[in-house]
């Protein structure tokens, strides 16, 4: 089983890409997290590497790239907005095992110009 980081692309199926989208991103005062963002070059490197070893088990695929929430919105050129609440979102794999065991190890960081493209249909 194979747990990825987000990757910023469409289809990807990640809530932090879905956030993203939001023309505002809202996000709760004073909490700022480390967020983990995966090239899509990583995760199917990641995926590669799983299938071509015996090995059984949880491996994470984490990214290049761990930066607060607060950088990621402003890479992908959306607005932040902090309230008051207590919505927190935020994680940072141990890529540690699938390293050992895989050979895995994220090696692209995100293209945020390509990001925005996708967001806004220009950067």
Known sequence: ????????????????????????????????????????????????????????????????????LSEVIHACGRASVPFLGTWRHGAVLDGGRARRVLGYAPRTSVDWRRARLLLFGHA
């Open 1 to 68: 089983m194979l747990r990825c980081a987000d990757v910023p692309a469409d289809d990807a199926d990640s809530r932090l890409w879905e956030y993203l989208r939001r023309p505002v991103c809202v996000r709760a005062l004073g909490f700022d997290p480390m967020v983990e963002i995966a090239s899509v070059d990583d995760v199917v490197a990641g995926i590669l590497a799983a299938l071509g070893s015996p090995a059984i088990g949880v491996f994470n695929v984490g990214g290049n790239d761990v930066m607060p």
